[in-house]
């Protein structure tokens, strides 16, 4: 069957990324007879521009019609004017709440030849293999009323952080189905000392874990958990938590890669597609980097890893997901580097698109 992808390059480096995201994804198509439709649409700042909106109707409409999207960052500081109506990441929340992508996966796995890109000592970061998966859709990003406020003459704004009793069931299932397939351990995270939302997440987390019974399960604070993500970050599998600590946390977490630019990520709903499994978003989780864009520097290896995540997930295609996977390993272990993850004694630098030929020539004799 033809499976349709939308591309949404972005800003920044965003297009340079997702390009050799694509070239790669192209390779895997010819190498395996996969029927990959693709089709290209602009999306926040350069929409912006354009249409004078960061996600214009028709291209939701396609996203809508499409088996999984693959998407570069948004923005830059063009159109960071905070009073502006309109902003580019408007686009990505807006694809997120309307697909209904509740669940953002983010693996973090420590790379053997990668580890002394970490500014973490490597013992510490030797042996790191977690997940952590964000809530999406609901939390303080959506929350109403959230505006600005006169307040006696003075400026004031608020947000609202709210979740219901349905978002966390489903974020938390998910979490605890997939730590079953892994090492059977998942780790809540919440500030329920302080906050509502958190109370009532940490006593539904505890009523799930009650079936979950082959699942080992703790429950952490967030600012706990900062803490031990990086004194202890073995000890974890997958860690499941609301929008805005995931956020931070999935940041935070990239030092123990080395770089953003090694993390994918996948945004994934309840929706199935025509391949039968999960619409998902998939996206490398940097920005857009505009102080490089153009300038051939940019890490490609994410957003080609969300690549793989994008066969795996939204297409059910796990064994051409893992041939991209051993051709961004092989290529890492012979000793290429793109300049934000350093260089050393035997490594050679690459740009961007020398690294994405790299992988793809892997792909070709891996083939052959």
């Not at 123990?256 to 309840?270: F, I, K, N, V």
Request: glycine share 10%; proline share 4%; net charge negative.
């Amino acid at each position: 069957m033809a499976y349709k992808i939308l591309v949404l390059k972005g800003d920044g480096i965003g297009p340079e990324v997702v390009g050799e995201a694509l070239q790669v994804l192209k390779v895997v198509a010819r190498n395996a007879a996969l029927d990959l439709e693709f089709k290209e649409a602009p999306v926040g700042g350069h929409a912006l521009d354009q249409f004078g909106t960061p996600l214009p109707d028709d291209v939701l409409k396609q996203a809508r019609a499409s088996d999984a999207i693959l998407l570069g960052a948004v923005g830059g500081p063009k159109w960071d004017n905070p009073k502006a109506d309109k902003r580019p990441e408007q686009a990505l929340l807006t694809l997120r709440k309307e697909l209904g992508l509740f669940a953002n996966v983010r693996p973090v796995k420590a790379v053997k030849e990668l580890i002394s890109a970490s500014p973490l000592r490597p013992e510490i970061v030797n042996g790191v293999d977690l997940v952590i998966i964000r809530e999406l859709t609901g939390g303080i990003y959506y929350g109403k009323p959230s505006e600005r406020r006169n307040h006696g003459g003075l400026r004031a704004a608020v947000d609202t952080c709210a979740y219901s009793e349905e978002e966390i069931i489903r974020v938390l299932r998910y979490g605890f189905e997939l730590a079953r397939n892994r090492r059977k351990h998942l780790t809540s995270v919440d500030k329920a000392n302080i906050l509502a939302t958190s109370r009532l997440w940490r006593e539904i987390a505890g009523e799930l874990a009650a079936e979950y019974k082959d699942v080992a399960f703790d429950n952490q604070l967030v600012d706990s958990m900062a803490m031990h993500l990086i004194r202890r970050p073995r000890d974890f599998d997958v860690i499941v938590t609301e929008n805005m600590f995931g956020d931070i946390l999935t940041d935070e977490a990239s030092v123990l890669a080395g770089s953003m630019g090694l993390l994918p990520s996948a945004s994934l709903g309840d929706e199935l597609n025509g391949a039968g499994c999960r619409v998902g978003l998939f996206e490398p989780i940097h920005g857009s980097a505009p102080d490089i864009a153009g300038r051939d520097e940019a890490n490609p290896l994410a957003a080609i890893l969300s690549a793989a995540m994008l066969l795996e997930h939204s297409l059910g295609l796990r064994a051409e997901a893992e041939i991209i996977e051993q051709a961004v390993e092989a290529v890492v272990r012979e000793g290429y580097r793109t300049r934000d993850l350093g260089a050393g004694a035997g490594t050679k630098v690459a740009g961007c698109k020398a690294m994405g030929r790299l992988v793809r020539e892997k792909l070709e004799s891996a083939e052959a």
